[in-house]
Nanobody, 124 residues
Framework: VQLQASGGGPVQAGGFLRLSCAAS????????MGWFRQAPGKEREFVAG????????SYADSVKGRFTISRGNAKNTVYLQMNSLKPEDTAVHYC??????????????????WGQGTLVTVSS
Protein backbone atom coordinates (compact mmCIF):
# COMPACT_ATOMS: atom_id res chain seq x y z
CA VAL A 1 0.00 0.00 0.00
CA GLN A 2 1.68 3.17 -1.19
CA LEU A 3 0.92 6.78 -1.87
CA GLN A 4 3.16 8.55 -4.34
CA ALA A 5 3.21 12.34 -4.22
CA SER A 6 4.70 14.43 -6.99
CA GLY A 7 4.60 17.86 -8.56
CA GLY A 8 6.56 19.95 -6.08
CA GLY A 9 9.41 22.23 -7.02
CA PRO A 10 10.61 25.82 -6.94
CA VAL A 11 8.24 28.60 -7.95
CA GLN A 12 8.07 32.35 -7.58
CA ALA A 13 5.51 34.06 -5.40
CA GLY A 14 2.24 34.44 -7.26
CA GLY A 15 2.90 31.33 -9.32
CA PHE A 16 1.16 27.98 -9.28
CA LEU A 17 1.86 24.28 -8.93
CA ARG A 18 -0.26 21.16 -9.17
CA LEU A 19 0.54 18.33 -6.79
CA SER A 20 -0.55 14.79 -7.53
CA CYS A 21 -0.95 11.80 -5.25
CA ALA A 22 -1.39 8.37 -6.76
CA ALA A 23 -2.45 5.39 -4.67
CA SER A 24 -1.19 1.94 -5.46
CA UNK A 25 -4.50 0.25 -4.75
CA UNK A 26 -8.03 0.97 -5.87
CA UNK A 27 -9.19 0.56 -2.25
CA UNK A 28 -8.07 4.13 -1.75
CA UNK A 29 -11.00 5.20 -3.85
CA UNK A 30 -13.12 4.57 -0.74
CA UNK A 31 -10.88 6.59 1.60
CA UNK A 32 -11.02 10.25 2.50
CA MET A 33 -7.81 11.90 1.38
CA GLY A 34 -5.88 14.84 2.72
CA TRP A 35 -2.92 17.05 1.98
CA PHE A 36 -0.68 18.20 4.81
CA ARG A 37 2.49 20.23 4.89
CA GLN A 38 5.43 20.67 7.19
CA ALA A 39 7.78 23.62 7.13
CA PRO A 40 11.20 23.49 8.81
CA GLY A 41 10.87 23.74 12.57
CA LYS A 42 7.08 23.56 12.46
CA GLU A 43 4.51 20.88 13.07
CA ARG A 44 2.74 19.11 10.25
CA GLU A 45 -0.45 20.99 9.42
CA PHE A 46 -3.62 20.23 7.51
CA VAL A 47 -3.94 21.91 4.12
CA ALA A 48 -6.95 20.35 2.38
CA GLY A 49 -9.11 17.25 2.42
CA UNK A 50 -11.68 15.54 0.25
CA UNK A 51 -14.21 12.82 0.93
CA UNK A 52 -13.96 9.42 -0.71
CA UNK A 53 -16.65 10.22 -3.28
CA UNK A 54 -15.40 13.73 -3.98
CA UNK A 55 -18.22 16.18 -3.38
CA UNK A 56 -17.09 17.46 0.02
CA UNK A 57 -13.86 19.35 0.57
CA SER A 58 -12.24 21.18 3.44
CA TYR A 59 -9.42 23.73 3.53
CA ALA A 60 -7.19 25.41 6.04
CA ASP A 61 -7.99 29.11 6.35
CA SER A 62 -4.52 29.96 5.09
CA VAL A 63 -5.16 28.39 1.67
CA LYS A 64 -8.87 29.00 1.11
CA GLY A 65 -9.52 30.62 -2.22
CA ARG A 66 -6.04 29.73 -3.50
CA PHE A 67 -5.86 25.93 -3.34
CA THR A 68 -8.25 23.35 -4.77
CA ILE A 69 -8.29 19.66 -3.93
CA SER A 70 -9.88 17.19 -6.32
CA ARG A 71 -9.97 13.50 -7.16
CA GLY A 72 -9.30 11.89 -10.49
CA ASN A 73 -11.94 9.89 -12.29
CA ALA A 74 -10.53 6.65 -10.93
CA LYS A 75 -10.78 8.14 -7.42
CA ASN A 76 -7.40 6.72 -6.38
CA THR A 77 -5.60 9.85 -7.51
CA VAL A 78 -5.84 13.15 -5.68
CA TYR A 79 -4.68 16.55 -6.87
CA LEU A 80 -3.89 19.80 -5.12
CA GLN A 81 -3.98 22.82 -7.39
CA MET A 82 -2.07 25.61 -5.69
CA ASN A 83 -2.47 29.12 -7.09
CA SER A 84 -1.21 32.50 -5.92
CA LEU A 85 1.57 30.84 -4.00
CA LYS A 86 3.23 32.70 -1.16
CA PRO A 87 6.64 32.24 0.46
CA GLU A 88 4.86 30.97 3.57
CA ASP A 89 3.57 28.02 1.52
CA THR A 90 7.12 26.69 1.40
CA ALA A 91 7.07 23.24 2.96
CA VAL A 92 7.20 19.54 2.30
CA HIS A 93 3.70 18.58 1.21
CA TYR A 94 2.33 15.14 2.04
CA CYS A 95 -0.75 13.29 0.89
CA UNK A 96 -2.50 10.98 3.29
CA UNK A 97 -5.39 8.54 3.36
CA UNK A 98 -7.97 8.11 6.12
CA UNK A 99 -9.75 4.75 6.29
CA UNK A 100 -12.43 6.15 8.53
CA UNK A 101 -15.56 7.16 6.66
CA UNK A 102 -17.30 10.36 7.55
CA UNK A 103 -16.16 13.90 8.08
CA UNK A 104 -12.84 15.11 6.75
CA UNK A 105 -10.41 15.07 9.66
CA UNK A 106 -7.72 17.69 10.08
CA UNK A 107 -5.47 15.93 12.59
CA UNK A 108 -2.47 14.21 11.11
CA UNK A 109 -2.62 11.28 13.53
CA UNK A 110 -6.06 10.37 12.23
CA UNK A 111 -4.64 9.37 8.85
CA UNK A 112 -3.50 5.83 8.22
CA UNK A 113 -1.31 6.03 5.13
CA TRP A 114 1.18 8.66 4.04
CA GLY A 115 3.09 9.49 0.92
CA GLN A 116 6.76 10.36 0.95
CA GLY A 117 6.31 14.12 0.57
CA THR A 118 7.14 16.58 -2.16
CA LEU A 119 8.93 19.85 -1.52
CA VAL A 120 7.36 23.14 -2.55
CA THR A 121 9.66 26.15 -2.43
CA VAL A 122 8.17 29.59 -3.05
CA SER A 123 10.59 32.46 -3.49
CA SER A 124 9.68 36.10 -3.08
Amino acid sequence: VQLQASGGGPVQAGGFLRLSCAASERTFSSYNMGWFRQAPGKEREFVAGITWNGPTTSYADSVKGRFTISRGNAKNTVYLQMNSLKPEDTAVHYCAADREWGLIRQLAHAYDYWGQGTLVTVSS
